[in-house]
């Protein structure tokens, strides 16, 4: 048996872009066949619901509630609800793991670090760094940021990108050497193609997470059209239109290394 896991997840209590209620998810992700979510909402650099005026406590009460209300309506199910960041900098942003509330609390000056502080930072505190959707184009963007020198792994696969995407997100991984994850950057259930990690055993905290990942144990999986009869999750790597880019990117890139 197989379990899959959301790694990519915004809601409504601290993601400004989400209009999906953190407990509204449990229900509908195990229908699809998730084993768990870890919810990813945008930190207070990226398009974040958190007032930035408040003191740095309230403004990390209110950033995680998101978690904190999924994890509560999630007792008792047997579905698992971890905890993560998405952290920006200049458009390029990244999946932070094995961090915390806590953490958060003793580090305001998170806020301060460049990528290889962040990057160390993370890793002292024993969690992982990983690039999301890192060729990702928006007409809000003018340049595409990669950082694989300080990351563990990349999002070759994002389902709310286009293939050819995710496609050199996949080559830049394979190139960097980068482990893979999958993820849905989901935002509300109405999303129509889905993606996450897939693991040969049950994941349970977020350092299982990490040692799974670290151990390249997961396999990054999605699923199009969801909300029709019949679809179900597939690896990544037998779709050619997700690993073999038809196009080249169209916004410069800018490497950003030790």
Avoid at 187 to 194: K, T
């Amino acid at each position: 048996m197989n379990y899959i896991y959301e790694t990519h997840l915004h809601t409504i209590e601290a993601s400004a872009c989400s209009d999906t209620p953190a407990e509204n998810y449990i229900e509908y992700m195990s229908g699809l066949g998730y084993s768990g979510i870890i919810v990813t909402d945008h930190f207070f650099n990226g398009n974040c619901a958190v007032p930035r005026n408040l003191p740095w406590k309230e403004k990390v009460e209110i950033y995680c509630s998101g978690y904190e209300h999924a994890l509560e309506k999630a007792k008792g199910t047997g579905f698992t609800v971890l905890f993560g960041i998405e952290y920006n900098f200049e458009g390029d942003e990244y999946l932070l793991y094995g961090v915390d509330k806590k953490w958060l609390l003793e580090h305001p000056d998170v806020m301060d670090k460049s990528r290889s502080e962040l990057s160390k930072m993370i890793h002292e505190a024993g969690g992982i760094m990983v690039q999301a959707h890192p060729y990702r184009e928006r007409d809000y963007l003018d340049t595409i940021h990669l950082a694989a020198e300080f990351c563990d792994g990349a999002e070759s696969f994002n389902a709310a990108n286009p293939d050819w995407q995710n496609a050199l997100g996949y080559k830049y991984a394979r190139e960097k050497n980068l482990r893979m994850s999958g993820g849905s950057d989901i935002h509300r259930p109405s999303q129509e193609n889905m993606g996450g990690m897939s693991f040969p055993y049950k994941i349970e905290t977020i350092q299982d997470y990490i040692k799974a990942f670290l151990a390249g144990d997961g396999t990054p999986v999605f699923r199009k059209n969801v909300h029709e009869e019949g679809t179900k999750f597939r690896p990544v790597i037998e779709e050619n239109s997700l690993i073999i880019p038809d196009r080249d990117n169209t916004l410069p890139v800018i490497v950003h290394n030790i």
